[in-house]
């Protein structure tokens, strides 16, 4: 059958739609059984995949993939329903006694939500803490001029949908780099808790503007994904919520920290620029070449952060497990 008029299943009304409507009567969040079961008796109907797409477009976003539900249904919960909070970027950027003049008439151009501060005592403490742990790039004259810092900026976006994560996320990776032009000393993005120098952030937006998605989502996951974060037993990423995915975490005792970095880097790549929107399931396995170690990834809800934190992220985690 030719493309476009292939039968794909569509729900009519959306699993979303009737999801969200569950959970309203519930008054507490669906549990998998529970999802499973609307799945299950939920009404589709077969169309072809061009009028599947135009649907598409006029919902204004992918329903719930009922082949991957319980994890796909946390894409669009938190906008379905209201509960919970969707991500928001804040940006962090100390600067010299003139920033605040220098970034007037860019702050109004953007009408961008923001907030100054005056000098914070432990700024440079607070920067070095959070420097990007796979490639350090803030230096020592860096730090000394963060210390010597006059005011802060402090720049905030509005809360953004999975779908809204890739425009938002490169608009305000843009914005950073104006307003590191305009006299900003370093960058923090205080919702992944990741640092970078100056230098770097600039040249991250040059990579972003490139025509390759490969360098476009490379740029944009090492601005704002901060990894590999260890705690007791786990080694995990923190900031791919702000790309509209969820994070990835793996057990210590399956991998060092080096194979987990790498590890969340080519996975996360895949999922960004090569995986179909969608298309990657919980269950599924991966690995990073056919020598390497296979995970079989699991979809789990974020855990260790309140709901209401910045670096809490309403789309899960991907947990890769031992085969």
């Given at each position: 059958m030719a493309k476009g008029k292939q039968l794909v299943p569509v729900f009519i009304p959306p699993l979303a739609t009737m999801l969200a409507r569950a959970e309203e009567i519930k008054g507490s969040a669906l549990t998998e059984t529970e999802v499973l079961r609307i799945r299950d008796h939920a009404v589709c109907m077969m169309m072809r995949t061009g009028d599947a797409a135009k649907m598409i477009e006029s919902r204004g976003y992918r329903d719930v993939n009922p082949e991957n539900c319980w994890a796909d249904w946390h894409r669009l919960r938190t906008q379905m329903t209201?509960?919970?909070?969707?991500?928001?970027?804040?940006?962090?950027?100390?600067?010299?006694?003139?920033?605040?003049?220098?970034?007037?008439?860019?702050?109004?151009?953007?009408?961008?939500?923001?907030?100054?501060?005056?000098?914070?005592?432990r700024m440079t403490d607070a920067f070095e803490a959070s420097e990007f742990r796979v490639r350090p790039t803030l230096t020592d004259e860096d730090l000394d001029r963060i210390g010597k810092h006059k005011s802060v900026l402090y720049l905030l976006s509005p809360n953004f949908t999975a779908g809204d994560a890739p425009v938002v996320s490169l608009a305000f990776l843009r914005l950073g780099r104006r307003l590191l032009e305009a006299g900003g000393l370093a960058m923090k993005c205080e919702s992944a808790g990741i640092a970078h120098g100056r230098a770097r952030w600039i040249t991250l937006t040059r990579q972003a503007g490139s025509k390759d998605a490969d360098k476009r989502w490379s740029a944009l996951f090492e601005a704002f994904v901060q990894f590999p974060i260890q705690s007791e037993a786990d080694f995990y990423t923190c900031g791919m919520h702000l790309l509209g995915k969820p994070d990835l975490i793996v057990a210590t005792d399956l991998t060092p920290a080096a194979g987990a970095a790498e590890l969340f880097t080519v996975f996360a790549m895949y999922l960004l620029a090569e995986c179909p929107d969608g298309g990657f399931g919980s269950g599924h396995t991966f690995s990073m070449s056919h020598t390497a170690p296979r995970y079989r990834v699991v979809w789990e809800p974020c855990t260790g952060y309140e709901e209401d934190e910045f670096f809490f992220n309403p789309f899960g985690r991907w947990r890769f497990t031992a085969v």
């Open positions: 209201g509960n919970g909070y969707l991500p928001k970027i804040v940006l962090c950027l100390p600067g010299g006694k003139d920033f605040r003049r220098d970034c007037e008439a860019i702050l109004r151009e953007e009408s961008v939500e923001h907030e100054w501060r005056k000098t914070e005592k």
